[in-house]
């Protein structure tokens, strides 16, 4: 299975409106996305909002993300993060990992994504410790 994970931070409390329109229409979208088996939503302090889905390739995430409501929305993301971050890896069974883990490989093997206001950490992924609790299941329709 491949696994997506990603972290984004909003820069700005006046970003939470807008981006909450595409984050649902970007779940409406996964739900029903070929490939996809399930996921996780993780809202974190100071406008921070972790993702982790599970596909059955690298591929069908890809088909997922440039095209849709996802698509539409990668481009504000450049304007209303001022941390973000992704990595993706592979891994046998079909359990999600936990967000302990995620958090893990984040630091070890995520790579910043481009932001054009990045603020202090967002380079070198220095951010603080998630909250882990609570999370959102998302599930495939």
Do not use: N
């Amino acid at each position: 299975m491949h696994i997506s994970l990603t972290r984004l931070r909003l820069r700005s409390l006046r970003f939470l409106p807008a981006f909450m329109v595409y984050a649902l229409r970007s779940e409406s979208q996964v739900r029903s996305a070929s490939g996809f088996h399930k996921g996780s939503l993780l809202p974190d302090r100071k406008f921070t909002f972790w993702t982790m889905t599970m596909w059955d390739s690298a591929e069908s995430m890809r088909a997922y993300m440039t095209s849709g409501a996802h698509k539409a929305a990668m481009p504000k993301l450049l304007h209303w993060c001022d941390q973000a971050s992704v990595t993706h890896w592979q891994q046998d069974g079909d359990s999600l990992p936990s967000w302990e883990e995620a958090e893990f490989r984040m630091r070890t093997e995520g790579r910043p994504s481009k932001v054009l206001h990045p603020a202090s950490g967002h380079t070198d992924l220095t951010f603080e410790s998630p909250r882990l609790r609570p999370f959102k299941t998302i599930a495939k329709r």
